[in-house]
Structure formats: C-alpha cells, structure tokens
C-alpha cells in the first residue's frame, strides 16, 4: 500500500505538482489527428491537468492549443470564429494565432499598438502517429517525441480512439499493467478465445501467474509466467513507458496499445491504438475495434460538464458508469464473469468503479502486483528525483520506446533467460 502523502504525490498532476511537473516533461497526446481534420473546422474544448484550453486548425494547418479564454474579458474561445490564420473572439473581435498572439484587436484605434503586447498561454503542438500531441513543459526542455511502433507504420495500419473515463489516470494505468486480472474479469464460460484478444485457454489454466520486472531506461519490463495446458509455460511479457504508457500482450496482429493522460485529478482520457505493422487494416477488424470487441468501447461524441464547470469535448462510451456499464445478470450468470460485454468495458467498470481517487492506504497487495507497485515507485522516483533537478532520461530519448510486447509458450522458466530469446521481436523497427 501507499501512505496518504504517497499516494497524494501520485495522483495529483495540476501546474505546480510535483507529478503535474514531471508529466509535463514529456510530450502528451490530446487529441486523434482526425478530430482536426479540417481547416478553419470547429475548436474543440480540453482540460488537460486542470488546464482549460482550446484545439484548432488553422487556414494553413497549423494547429493551435491555446488558453481557452480571450485576454480581453475571458470570454470563452470555443465560441470563436476559426478564420484567416487566427481564432476570432465573438464577444469583441480579438483574434489570436497559434502562437497565443493577438494579431487584431478591432476595438481599439487603428494606430493602436496594444494588441502587439497581448497574448494567450499557448503551448506547442505536433501531429505525430495520428495523434495531436502538446508540450506544456519549459520551453529549453522541450523533449523527443516517442518513437512507439504503431507510430512508424502509415495511418491505413492503424485505428485510434480517445475516450473519457471518470477516475484518475493511475487508477487505468494499473489495469493496464496487471495480467493477473485477464484470468477473471474478461473471462468467457466458453472455450472461443479468438476474438478475445490476451485472453487465452492458458490464462483460464493458470489463474496465478508468476511476474518477474526488469527495469530499464523508459520504465520496466516484465514477465507473467503461467502454466500452459501441454505443460510447458505461457509468457506474457508487457512494457510500462514513463509517464503512461502500456504495451500489452497480444497473441498475434493486429494488437494494440493504451495511452493515459490525465484531464484532472478525478477525470482521465485513454488513447486506444490497435494496428498492423505490416499491412493495412481491414474493414472487418476496424469494425471489430470500434464495437468494442478488441480494445475499445462503443463511442458517443459529448460535451461533458466537469463538476466544477468547464465543459470538455469527449467521447464518452456509451455503455457508461451512468448505466452501469449495461451489466447483464443474466450473462453473467450464463455466459462470462462481469454480466459485460466489451473488454475495454469490463475494465473501465473495475477502475471507475473503484472511486475518482482510489484510497490506495485501504490495499493489500499480493505477489500478481509487482508490476503496479514498480510503476508507483518509479513515478514517485521520477517525480523527486526532477524537485532535485534530475531530468527524466526516457524524455529525451524518443528512440526508447520502439518496443513492443510479446506472447510465447516456452519450456523455458526463467524470465531473463527467456527475455532474450525474444528480444528481436519485442524491438519495434
């Protein structure tokens, strides 16, 4: 368990924090490329750690993530006109760049130079993978984008979806970590596992697996070792990237990846990625992703009312917490462990379930929960190591995180030993 000032220090990623500090060493994704696809298109609301901002592409392109509120009396920017290179006010007129400039200010004489000392918070942008990511760290330490395999592979290869969750951003990442969990909570009554992805006949043999962790520069490795039917082993071998990334298991392509970035405190969006390294994806599995079947639920665009007020543009699954998920009795009973259908459900019922912020003082950890308990004391690590000026290594390091996971049935039983007989594939080229 952690104590309340731990788990406090881990949880808490708004401007100031000192785990707000060390997210913002990294660059985070915030939104999927084709959510601004088009020029002069509408904004879209964020809050990315307690920060309200606006999204948009501008006439040439170029994508701003700026300030949600106009400098002028705060009104709101998501109301804007997004017109020659700049947002528009609609409340008096001022107009801002990407950059956070204000470029017009119609409401002052035009011999007026005051608009050339007005601006907005704005925060770099790249597009990267498919996804919009933004840099809201100090400027001289603007690090590396993170060179993850589904990024090297053109966009036809690939499906991502963003969704909202109603908890902290730990609280997903743990799941993500956690192979124990697969053995039960996505289990079928049935003996079809085809579609279910890291669910397989030996994680139903072998409900107890045996975790080993190595750690490395991006973050850890490690190894869930389960009895297999014909005697031999399955290993599950997962990656955690700092700050929060997980790249899970599956047993063969396409496969997929999860992002977390915190909203605030209490809320959190999970990037979803599923693709092929070789080949474009078909109809039929991109039609299996988005129903939920693989690693992401049925989506619903929203604009949510965060309970303090700002709205943010999301897409919110619509089996919910609202509908308890749509639990079904009956299936549970009859058909497989949660009365759930979806995968990506089934987890987001277990971590929005838990509270915004699990109490993490109440726990009783066992020996399945290595790899959660080695990602709290890396963070927690990182996170101090930074107050003393030590900067995050991964960061900087893009390079570092071109790896990928891997499913083997081994009579090999020692993790290392194993590790290396897998390392060519688990390298992402």
């Not at 993170?146 to 036809?156: A, R, Y």
């Not at 045996?210 to 389960?226: A, K």
């Not at 965060?306 to 089996?319: E, N, Q, T």
Request: proline share 6%.
């Amino acid at each position: 368990m952690l104590s309340a000032e731990e788990n406090t220090r881990l949880t808490s990623t708004n401007a100031g924090t000192p785990m707000g500090e060390l997210f913002r060493r990294f660059w985070l994704p915030v939104l999927t490329q084709d959510e601004l696809a088009e020029p002069d298109g509408p904004p879209l609301r964020l809050r990315v750690m307690g920060e309200e901002l606006i999204a948009f592409r501008d006439t040439s392109g170029a994508i701003g993530i700026v300030s949600a509120y106009c400098a002028h009396r705060r009104a709101s920017l998501y109301f804007g006109r997004n017109e020659g290179c700049g947002l528009r006010c609609v409340y008096h007129g001022w107009k801002f760049d990407v950059s956070g400039q204000c470029v017009e200010m119609p409401t002052e004489p035009a011999d007026s130079t005051f608009r050339q000392r007005v601006s907005i918070t704005s925060y770099p942008a790249q597009e990267w993978g498919g996804l919009v990511w933004v840099y809201m760290g100090p400027p001289d330490r603007m690090p590396e984008l993170p060179k993850l395999g589904w990024s090297l592979v053109p966009n036809s290869h690939r499906i991502i979806a963003r969704t909202f969750h109603e908890c902290n951003y730990m609280q997903g990442l743990e799941g993500e970590i956690d192979t124990a969990h697969i053995s039960f909570l996505h289990k079928w009554f049935d003996d079809d596992y085809s579609y279910k992805g890291a669910v397989t006949a030996s994680t139903q043999f072998d409900a107890a697996p045996r975790l080993t962790v190595q750690e490395t520069d991006y973050g850890f490795v490690y190894g869930g070792r389960r009895d297999s039917p014909d005697g031999r082993y399955l290993w599950r071998l997962t990656h955690w990237l700092a700050p929060t990334y997980a790249v899970v298991p599956y047993q063969s392509w396409p496969r997929g990846d999860k992002i977390w970035v915190p909203i605030d405190d209490r809320h959190a969006v999970a990037f979803s990625v599923y693709y092929h390294r070789d080949r474009p994806l078909t109809d039929e599995e991109r039609t299996n992703f988005r129903g939920g079947l693989v690693n992401a639920p049925e989506l619903e665009r929203c604009a949510f009312e965060l309970p303090d007020g700002p709205i943010v543009d999301i897409w919110r699954p619509k089996h919910h917490r609202g509908r308890d998920y749509d639990l079904d009795r009956e299936i549970q009973r009859t058909r497989n462990f949660t009365g759930i259908r979806a995968v990506a459900d089934q987890d987001r019922a277990m971590v929005e379930g838990m509270g915004k912020i699990v109490d993490r003082t109440g726990e009783h950890l066992g020996t399945t929960d290595i790899a959660v308990i080695t990602a709290r004391r890396r963070l927690l690590r990182m996170s101090r190591e930074l107050e003393q000026g030590i900067e995050p290594y991964a960061a900087q390091h893009g390079d570092l995180y071109s790896v990928r996971a891997a499913v083997t049935t081994s009579a090999e039983a020692d993790f290392h030993r194993l590790l290396a007989t897998v390392a060519d594939e688990m390298v992402a080229r």
